[in-house]
């Protein structure tokens, strides 16, 4: 089959490559002309493990290259992906679409033939109607159906997660469109992925069910390990006893400093809006919502209480500001609020990441960034862990100890165990274990 994708970046380029990779002819659109030329002189924009070594063998093998303008590449594709950004519209917490429906009008323009337009990018129920009703006002005699096709790969782990995810989901009402589907996902359907065929409103509402379903579970998670720290119970073993249990599960109950990353916030708000729009507000949603972001906020009081109260003056040192590990990915990362709240304090910041330094400059302001982990440490005052990449869980603690100023480490991912801190007489906290 050939492809169009258009949007290159965290969901397109992976999606645009494992297609290609399942042996389809792609083609990854983006307007962003640097991207692009990257792309083409054999670079990756974004840091996504395995990602460059997928991209260029694909590109070798003649199934996938690259296009600012989407003319040819929709003229001659079968699908048609929409994979833009859909970030919060400013004000009101909206999905802004005005990138989607840029695209469908490009698309409509220029389509050639029977074409399915997919829309990938996470968009409020109602959005694929919008979308098709521009693209027949710009195309009054164009074949096409549009149908929703929502990504739920995960930044870090999104090759694996695309090649195996636990379903696809496809809404659509044309029988047409859902072959077309059904062949494009084939090598899927071969390993047994389960393919929910449904309504497009339908399919378009259960991403942002399960993106809010998510967010949730993590606040129940985070508001337990307050209570934790309050009666001095342990929060991991809380989510290990609930977690056994088959009707719960185990994953998304690790407490932390708070959801953040480009998809929880801003579509749990989406969704919250929506819900309010259509009179059925969804409460439980709504104070996930709150919650999480008084939580972000609270982390910054949690360094500067282990800190004595005080950091005017003091250097703390940060490891780790993306949202989660393995991805540049700077989008409403705790550390986005953690730091300038220690730094209104009077705290000045020393920071290390392995892949976000450069997104985190354009971010932050006067933050010292160093290039591995113990440079960050010498002298500091305190040592904050925000992010758990790998490289931060075997920290070596005599070292650690002896390069800080005070023996002060705050973890707000639970990577250490408490009692070894505290036999390398490290003054320890971390979230909702005594
Ligand atoms: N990032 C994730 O982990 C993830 C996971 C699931 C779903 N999603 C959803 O997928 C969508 C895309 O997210 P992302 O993280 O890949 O966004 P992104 O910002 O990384 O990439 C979007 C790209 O689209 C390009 N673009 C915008 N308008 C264009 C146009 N008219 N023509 C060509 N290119 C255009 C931009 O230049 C940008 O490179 C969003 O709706 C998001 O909610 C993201």
């Not at 690259?66 to 040819?72: R, S, V």
């Amino acid at each position: 089959m050939r492809v169009a994708m258009i949007g290159t970046g965290y969901v397109g380029l992976v999606s645009g490559a494992c297609f290609a990779d399942f042996g389809h002819q792609v083609t990854c659109i983006d307007k962003n002309a640097e991207k692009i030329e990257l792309l083409r002189s054999g670079g990756v924009p974004i840091y996504e493990p395995g990602l460059d070594q997928l991209v260029q063998r694909n590109v070798r093998e003649g199934r996938l290259d690259f296009a600012t303008d989407l003319t040819e590449a929709v003229r001659a594709a079968d699908v048609v992906f929409i994979a833009v950004g859909t970030p919060s519209r400013r004000g009101d917490g909206h999905a802004d679409l005005s990138y989607v429906y840029a695209a469908a009008e490009e698309i409509g323009t220029v389509m050639d033939g029977f074409t399915v337009v997919v829309n990938k990018s996470t968009v409020p129920v109602g959005t694929g109607d919008e979308v098709e009703a521009l693209i027949r006002k710009v195309r009054p005699d164009g074949d096409f159906a549009v149908v929703s096709n929502p990504e739920f790969l995960r930044e870090g782990a999104a090759i694996d997660d695309f090649k195996r995810p636990d379903r696809v989901v496809v809404g659509t009402e044309d029988s047409r469109a859902r072959d077309v589907m059904r062949e494009l996902y084939r090598p899927l359907f071969l390993n047994e992925t389960p393919i929910v065929f449904t309504s497009r409103r339908t399919s378009e509402l259960i991403k942002y069910a399960a993106n809010a379903f998510l967010a949730m579970k993590i606040t129940f998670i985070n508001e337990m390990a307050d209570l934790c720290e309050a009666v001095g119970a342990n929060v991991q073993e809380v989510s290990k006893g609930i977690g056994l249990d088959g009707r719960i599960g185990p994953k998304f109950l690790h407490a932390g400093p708070g959801y953040g990353g480009s998809c929880f916030p801003k579509d749990t708000i989406a969704l919250v809006r929506t819900a309010q729009e259509a009179d059925t507000p969804l409460q439980l949603v709504e104070a996930t919502v709150r919650v999480n972001d008084t939580r972000k906020r609270a982390m910054a009081d949690k360094v500067i209480g282990a800190c004595g109260g005080d950091v005017d003056g003091k250097t703390i040192a940060v490891l780790g500001l993306t949202f989660k590990p393995n991805t540049d990915d700077m989008r409403e990362a705790p550390s986005l609020d953690i730091i300038p709240a220690l730094q209104a304090k009077g705290a000045k910041v020393r920071a290390y990441d392995p892949a976000g330094i450069e997104e985190a400059e354009k971010l932050l302001k006067d933050v010292e960034y160093t290039t591995g982990p113990y440079l960050a440490l010498e002298g500091a005052d305190a040592l904050v862990i925000i992010t758990e990449w790998n490289e931060f869980r075997a920290l070596d603690l005599d070292r650690v100890k002896a390069a800080l100023k005070a023996p002060v480490v705050v973890d707000l991912r639970n990577i250490y165990d408490p009692a070894e801190m505290h036999e390398a007489g490290i003054a320890y906290t971390s979230i909702g274990r005594p």
